[in-house]
């Protein structure tokens, strides 16, 4: 559902009106989406969808969907505070995650841009000329397909207009040297082809203070960002489209700041002070794609889409795991990623008067290859040895450390892989009576894998004597194939209670193919499972009360059968904890809402709110302590969470005014999950919850061509940390924490021509 009230209303989309006083309603408009693979209001979709439109995109001053998971209720992006990073986050959808540390699986949650399948390292695209996103709740195999287990987030750029050439560059200029600059161009050739390009650069310093040696500082943002379309529409039946966008990314390792009395010399984060010494870190990704698309009327009544695309990349991902400047403790892992998918679907769509048709197919190939690498130094493994003696921690390095000073250790994992996956769908809604619709879809995927992994011995001396790895391992090169397929299906009756309002109820099922794990081969004889989940979901929507609320309420129970869930464990052959995807067993029951509230012509409120309860059968595992744990069942309440917004348009004598509020909470229950280590307590923020307050004011002149704004974020200076963490955390005490960012403001300007 389109919330327009994350700002300045319906009439900024209007930019060029003659008159800017037509703007001044925040009345609520009508948003069409595809996520039925068909142009449809999103209020008579009968899907939990929730939409975020080119102007609430702007309004918040989001660049990326980490920016925007507040407003979609039961939408989380990656690692709660942490964070994911640019190249291994991942969406989390009514709280099903995905392991993102591994080729081998799958998320759980797909992404699409401009209608094509992205890779798990491509999906944080930046939003630079973006039309709109769609977040599609629960299963959304029947017409999705691959991966779309949980849900679905779908990218829909701008296309080119044919109509009039138009344009806008715009600038955000903030605290911590915020500089980001966006340009578009929309420009028709001729009367039926047309080309818009659409530029972006953004820059930022880092928002913790770096006193450690090395650089870039974590945190640091550095990315591109370019887009050209080229739309020709070659007779009234027949349009193809071409697209090209390159994406440069080159950032700050992640922000990670030591908690350790004993290695760290700024031991509390709301200092917001971190000391790292990785060498070479950073966070760089290198990618490009193309994308052709046709769509031809074959008749009055039946149409066809057809597309095709290749998208190649490279990631490089080095990050401080000690986060301390302490050479006796160091740890970096860095994660490398070389791949390209090549996707083609073919879709029909058939307009009868009794019913709506849609069928299709879809094939891709995808190629991978992936290193993952740890390198720590001597004086690391001296500090695992007093652990495992349980002396205590220093004592070895202060006797001997001196003397290996300097040496470091690196393993390597690589893996290869060779994905082929094909589907074919269909989809029927019926028209029972003018009120009553019944949808029924069916869709057969097959996925095909096959993988390698490569651990080679290292050079170091204890390594060459024991003849295996502290951490890597493999019998030399090892491959494993196999392959999944399973049908889907969805059955939905649709009611249309008022002319402005329905409900609905639906049974779906989802589907992830099993895998491989690419820290683990163990998993070339033993796959992961697939991942089956099915949804049982009411929902209401809809306009009331003289279109004065428009709300989308869901209540929904999700079963997921073997999910593939990622840990940190150390087995018994294992020097230390490192990730691990293990299958669990899920039961998800909740409730997802949002209102708007149109108080007056100039006034609007909003809120967003979720809740779930969860329960998870987890197989028996080795925990990061090493600890054998007992297949077990842990039964979790998610944490409260909503958003309160506001946006209030005064009548002013010159041009137009716009103010916008929003109040992010988060409850935080950290303290209460199996994770938690009794002297986290001690950890200034552990505990705390996320308390944000956010405002804009904007004012834009009559003509509409001019917009300046100014804004700020976390106006309350909340200061919640993550729960403690790192892969060295347990055996070397060097435990780390994210912080959020602290209270940041700019100015925004615009030229709308």
Do not use: C
């Given at each position: 559902?389109?919330?327009?009230?994350?700002?300045?209303?319906?009439?900024?989309?209007?930019?060029?009106?003659?008159?800017?006083?037509?703007?001044k309603?925040?009345?609520?408009?009508?948003?069409?989406v595809?996520?039925?693979?068909?142009?449809?209001?999103?209020?008579?979709?009968?899907?939990?969808?929730?939409?975020f439109?080119?102007?609430?995109?702007?309004?918040?001053?989001?660049?990326?969907?980490?920016?925007?998971?507040?407003?979609?209720?039961?939408?989380?992006?990656?690692?709660?505070?942490?964070?994911?990073?640019?190249?291994?986050?991942?969406?989390?959808?009514?709280?099903?995650?995905?392991?993102?540390?591994?080729?081998?699986?799958?998320?759980?949650?797909?992404?699409?841009?401009?209608?094509?399948?992205?890779?798990?390292?491509?999906?944080?695209?930046?939003?630079s000329d973006?039309?709109?996103?769609?977040?599609?709740?629960?299963?959304?195999?029947?017409?999705?397909?691959?991966?779309?287990?949980?849900?679905?987030?779908?990218?829909?750029?701008?296309?080119?207009?044919?109509?009039?050439?138009?344009?806008?560059i715009t600038?955000?200029?903030?605290?911590?040297?915020?500089?980001?600059?966006?340009?578009?161009?929309?420009?028709?050739?001729?009367?039926?082809?047309?080309l818009?390009?659409?530029?972006?650069?953004?820059?930022?310093?880092?928002?913790?203070?770096?006193?450690?040696?090395?650089?870039?500082?974590?945190?640091?943002?550095?990315?591109?960002?370019?887009?050209?379309?080229?739309?020709?529409?070659?007779?009234?039946?027949?349009?193809?489209?071409?697209?090209?966008?390159?994406?440069?990314?080159?950032?700050?390792?992640q922000?990670r700041?030591?908690?350790?009395?004993?290695?760290?010399?700024?031991p509390?984060?709301?200092?917001?002070?971190?000391?790292?010494?990785?060498?070479?870190?950073?966070?760089?990704?290198?990618?490009?794609?193309?994308?052709?698309?046709?769509?031809?009327?074959?008749?009055?009544?039946t149409?066809?889409?057809?597309?095709?695309?290749?998208?190649?990349?490279?990631?490089?991902?080095?990050?401080?795991?000690?986060?301390?400047?302490?050479?006796?403790?160091?740890?970096?892992?860095?994660?490398?990623?070389?791949?390209?998918?090549?996707?083609?679907?073919?879709?029909?769509?058939?307009?009868?008067?009794?019913?709506?048709?849609?069928?299709?197919?879809?094939?891709?190939?995808?190629?991978?290859?992936?290193?993952?690498?740890?390198?720590?130094?001597?004086?690391?493994?001296?500090?695992?040895?007093?652990?495992?003696a349980?002396l205590?921690?220093?004592?070895?390095?202060?006797?001997?450390?001196?003397?290996?000073?300097?040496?470091?250790?690196?393993?390597?994992?690589?893996?290869?892989?060779?994905?082929?996956?094909?589907?074919?769908?269909?989809?029927?809604?019926?028209?029972?009576?003018?009120r009553?619709?019944?949808i029924a879809?069916?869709?057969?995927?097959?996925?095909?894998?096959?993988?390698?992994?490569?651990?080679?011995?290292?050079?170091?001396?204890?390594?060459?004597?024991?003849?295996?790895?502290?951490f890597?391992?493999?019998?030399?090169?090892?491959?494993?194939?196999?392959?999944?397929?399973?049908?889907?299906?969805?059955?939905?009756?649709?009611?249309?209670?008022?002319?402005?309002?329905?409900?609905?109820?639906?049974?779906?099922?989802g589907?992830?193919?099993?895998?491989?794990?690419?820290?683990?081969?163990?998993?070339?004889?033993?796959?992961?499972?697939?991942?089956?989940?099915?949804?049982?979901?009411?929902?209401?929507?809809?306009?009331?009360?003289?279109?004065?609320?428009?709300t989308?309420?869901?209540?929904?129970?999700?079963?997921?059968?073997?999910?593939?869930?990622?840990?940190?464990?150390?087995?018994?052959?294992?020097?230390?904890?490192?990730?691990?995807?293990?299958?669990?067993?899920?039961?998800?029951?909740?409730?997802?809402?949002?209102?708007?509230w149109?108080?007056?012509?100039?006034?609007?409120?909003?809120?967003?709110?979720?809740?779930?309860?969860?329960?998870?059968?987890?197989?028996?595992?080795?925990?990061?302590?090493?600890?054998?744990?007992?297949?077990?069942?842990?039964?979790?309440?998610?944490?409260?969470?909503?958003?309160?917004?506001?946006d209030?348009?005064?009548?002013?004598?010159?041009?137009?005014?716009?103010?916008?509020?929003?109040?992010?909470?988060?409850?935080?229950?950290?303290?209460?999950?199996?994770?938690?280590?009794?002297?986290?307590?001690?950890?200034?923020?552990?505990?705390?919850?996320?308390?944000?307050?956010?405002?804009?004011?904007?004012?834009?002149?009559?003509?509409?061509?001019?917009?300046m704004?100014v804004?700020?974020?976390?106006?309350?200076?909340?200061?919640?940390?993550?729960?403690?963490?790192?892969?060295?955390?347990?055996?070397?005490?060097?435990?780390?924490?994210?912080?959020?960012?602290?209270?940041?403001?700019?100015?925004?300007?615009?030229?709308v021509?």
């Amino acid at each position: 559902m389109s919330r327009s009230r994350m700002a300045y209303a319906v009439g900024l989309a209007v930019l060029g009106a003659p008159s800017a006083y037509a703007a001044k309603n925040l009345a609520l408009e009508e948003v069409v989406v595809t996520a039925q693979k068909r142009e449809q209001s999103a209020m008579t979709v009968p899907v939990t969808v929730d939409t975020f439109t080119n102007q609430d995109l702007e309004n918040s001053g989001a660049l990326t969907m980490e920016d925007i998971q507040a407003y979609i209720p039961g939408l989380k992006v990656g690692d709660g505070v942490r964070g994911g990073g640019t190249t291994q986050s991942s969406f989390i959808i009514r709280g099903i995650d995905s392991s993102n540390i591994s080729t081998g699986g799958d998320p759980s949650v797909a992404t699409f841009l401009d209608g094509v399948y992205l890779p798990r390292a491509a999906i944080t695209v930046p939003f630079s000329d973006m039309e709109r996103v769609e977040v599609l709740k629960g299963p959304q195999g029947t017409l999705f397909g691959r991966n779309a287990a949980a849900g679905v987030v779908s990218f829909i750029p701008n296309a080119p207009n044919l109509d009039e050439t138009e344009g806008f560059i715009t600038a955000k200029l903030g605290s911590y040297d915020l500089f980001r600059v966006e340009g578009m161009g929309n420009f028709p050739l001729t009367d039926s082809l047309a080309l818009r390009v659409n530029l972006l650069h953004n820059q930022r310093g880092a928002v913790t203070e770096n006193l450690g040696p090395a650089s870039p500082d974590p945190g640091e943002q550095d990315n591109q960002f370019a887009r050209l379309a080229l739309l020709w529409e070659a007779s009234d039946r027949l349009r193809m489209q071409f697209s090209y966008d390159i994406d440069q990314v080159d950032n700050g390792p992640q922000a990670r700041m030591s908690i350790s009395e004993e290695f760290a010399t700024y031991p509390d984060p709301s200092e917001r002070k971190l000391e790292t010494d990785a060498i070479d870190g950073g966070e760089t990704r290198d990618m490009q794609g193309f994308t052709g698309k046709l769509w031809y009327d074959i008749n009055d009544i039946t149409s066809m889409t057809l597309i095709g695309s290749y998208r190649a990349f490279e990631t490089y991902n080095l990050q401080d795991e000690d986060a301390t400047a302490d050479e006796s403790v160091y740890v970096d892992t860095n994660n490398i990623e070389d791949s390209d998918i090549a996707y083609f679907e073919a879709q029909f769509n058939v307009a009868l008067d009794w019913a709506d048709i849609v069928f299709g197919a879809n094939y891709s190939i995808e190629d991978t290859y992936q290193q993952t690498a740890l390198r720590f130094s001597y004086g690391t493994v001296l500090e695992l040895a007093s652990s495992v003696a349980s002396l205590p921690p220093g004592l070895i390095n202060s006797l001997i450390g001196g003397v290996v000073a300097g040496n470091y250790v690196t393993e390597t994992m690589t893996n290869e892989g060779e994905f082929e996956s094909y589907g074919l769908y269909t989809d029927f809604d019926f028209i029972v009576t003018d009120r009553l619709n019944i949808i029924a879809g069916l869709r057969y995927s097959n996925d095909d894998k096959t993988f390698s992994w490569d651990a080679p011995l290292s050079d170091f001396v204890v390594s060459q004597l024991i003849g295996e790895n502290f951490f890597f391992n493999s019998d030399g090169y090892e491959v494993g194939s196999q392959s999944w397929d399973k049908i889907t299906g969805r059955v939905v009756a649709n009611y249309q209670v008022s002319d402005g309002a329905m409900a609905f109820a639906s049974y779906s099922s989802g589907y992830k193919s099993g895998g491989y794990d690419s820290l683990n081969t163990g998993t070339r004889e033993a796959p992961l499972s697939p991942e089956v989940v099915s949804n049982i979901e009411l929902g209401v929507k809809g306009d009331f009360f003289d279109t004065k609320v428009r709300t989308q309420v869901a209540l929904f129970q999700m079963i997921i059968d073997d999910r593939q869930e990622a840990i940190e464990s150390r087995g018994p052959d294992d020097n230390g904890a490192v990730p691990t995807v293990i299958n669990t067993d899920e039961d998800i029951q909740g409730v997802e809402l949002t209102v708007d509230w149109l108080a007056t012509e100039s006034l609007r409120f909003g809120l967003i709110y979720t809740f779930r309860e969860q329960e998870s059968s987890r197989e028996a595992y080795y925990n990061a302590q090493g600890d054998y744990i007992v297949a077990d069942q842990l039964n979790v309440t998610s944490p409260q969470e909503y958003t309160l917004t506001a946006d209030w348009s005064p009548q002013i004598n010159y041009g137009l005014l716009f103010f916008h509020f929003d109040y992010i909470y988060e409850e935080n229950t950290e303290p209460e999950n199996e994770d938690h280590q009794e002297f986290f307590n001690e950890v200034n923020g552990y505990g705390d919850d996320t308390s944000l307050l956010n405002a804009r004011v904007a004012w834009v002149t009559p003509s509409g061509a001019y917009e300046m704004a100014v804004w700020g974020k976390n106006l309350l200076n909340n200061d919640r940390v993550s729960q403690p963490g790192g892969l060295t955390g347990t055996d070397v005490g060097t435990y780390h924490v994210g912080i959020v960012d602290p209270l940041t403001y700019g100015v925004d300007f615009k030229l709308v021509f």
